[in-house]
């Protein structure tokens, strides 16, 4: 009874392996002995596209839908990565950061000149840093672009105030230098406040 089942089995496994070689020659008598293909197109393209030059005048002009596409995405990207920018710059502002939230805006600059939070934050930062010129240049930008904010112009007007002060206080402390040169508390003041002045 062993023995019938181990020629049982051997019988299968040569069943087995004549199916496979049937189907395998199934599938060698299908395919191409060769197969041609046309590499005339792959070749034209190799090498410096520089070098290339257009074979039709289809090739020469691109469809302006595909221009308005590209700038339209560009446009979009560029305003994305300012409003990282700015929202980066906003998370440095709160913690006390106020150099690197100048450089995350500068950067923001470069990609959205037209972004008012830019201009409104960093505004907010030379005035928090007493550079009351700076702050009045970004300030008056911001007022310029687009915006909803109220509270610019307010700002504005009170910077003014207090630029048109300033001024008057380093008249006054000009005269009193040059009448009192060895007085150090009023050059110091004058000092102070030109550097608040200072674009």
């Known amino acids: 009874m062993s023995e019938m089942k181990g020629n049982l089995a051997t019988v299968i496994k040569i069943g087995i392996v004549i199916a496979l070689l049937l189907a395998a020659g199934y599938l060698i008598s299908e395919v191409p002995l060769s197969t041609s293909i046309d ?3 792959v070749r034209r393209n190799l090498g410096n596209t520089a070098d290339r030059t257009p074979e039709t005048e289809d090739e020469l002009a691109s469809p302006p839908d595909a221009i308005e596409v590209i700038q339209a995405r560009n446009k979009y990207v560029n305003e994305n990565r300012a409003r990282q920018y700015v929202e980066s710059a ?8 106020y150099e690197e939230a100048l450089r995350r805006l500068e ?8 972004n008012y939070s ?27 672009l687009p915006n909803d904010d109220r509270t610019i112009s307010r700002d504005l007007d009170v910077l003014r105030r207090l630029i048109r002060y300033s001024r008057t206080e380093m008249d006054r402390l000009q005269r009193t230098v040059n009448k009192e040169p060895d007085n150090r508390v009023a050059r110091a003041r004058l000092r102070e406040l030109e550097e608040q002045m200072r674009d």
Do not use: C, H, V
């Open 39 to 41: 590499f005339s197109s």
């Open 90 to 97: 906003t998370n440095d502002y709160y913690q006390g950061s």
């Open 107 to 114: 950067r923001a600059r470069i990609y959205d000149p037209s």
């Open 118 to 144: 830019i201009f409104k934050l960093s505004g907010q930062i030379f005035f928090e840093k007493n550079k009351f010129r700076k702050a009045f240049n970004d300030w008056e930008r911001a007022n310029q």
